[in-house]
């Protein structure tokens, strides 16, 4: 009898043990969010900005991606991430592509999320952060895709290539 209870509490402890085991690696994982709805469609509103930006157009492209944002009331932080911006080209040379190098999506229902681009000038690249955030709804279900309630929070953009080294963690 005390041969089958021992038994019995080790395969239960052996078997608790697996158990904890998984749901501390699945709890802690985070899923890829390359092809996540919300990372898509935040990707493009970015994309936009940046088509703006390498055409010159880049008041029009931080008004675009700005509405509805508290960094677009904020007018002498803007205006001078604006004039910075506009000195882009005349000081790293032309655009020659930009690509999204990292995505990552904070909290449960991902209401927070960091995207990280390369913008590939002529003589060098920056690296630009964009940081989105959408109020969780007041007990009503918001669809992870709607344009309504997503807002830049903050964004910046340097030549500081250990940017990168950040994103990946």
């Known amino acids: 009898m005390k ?4 038994t019995f509490i080790r395969l239960f402890s052996a078997i608790l043990l697996i158990a904890i085991a998984g749901l ?3 709890a802690g994982a985070q899923t890829d969010p390359t092809n996540h709805p919300t990372v898509e469609l935040l990707e493009a509103k970015v994309n936009r900005f940046f088509d703006d ?6 008041d029009s492209g931080f008004q675009s991606l700005l509405t509805g944002s508290p960094l677009g ?4 932080s ?6 910075k911006s506009a000195a ?3 000081l790293y040379g032309e655009c020659r592509g930009f690509e999204r190098i990292y995505a990552r999506l904070f909290g449960e229902s991902g209401d927070l999320v960091m995207l990280r681009y390369i913008y590939k ?4 690249p920056l690296i630009w952060t964009f940081w989105y955030y959408r109020a969780p709804p007041r007990g009503e279900s918001t669809s992870e895709t709607s344009n ?7 964004m910046r953009f340097d030549t500081d290539l250990r940017l990168l080294e950040l994103g990946n963690e």
């Open 148 to 154: 309504s309630g997503w807002r830049v929070i903050a």
């Open 121 to 124: 000038c002529e003589n060098y």
């Open 73 to 76: 009331l904020q007018t002498e």
């Open 53 to 58: 930006l390498s055409l010159d157009k880049t």
């Open 88 to 90: 882009i080209h005349e």
């Open 3 to 6: 041969i089958r209870r021992r």
């Open 24 to 26: 501390t690696s699945t």
């Open 78 to 83: 803007r205006d001078a991430l604006v004039a």
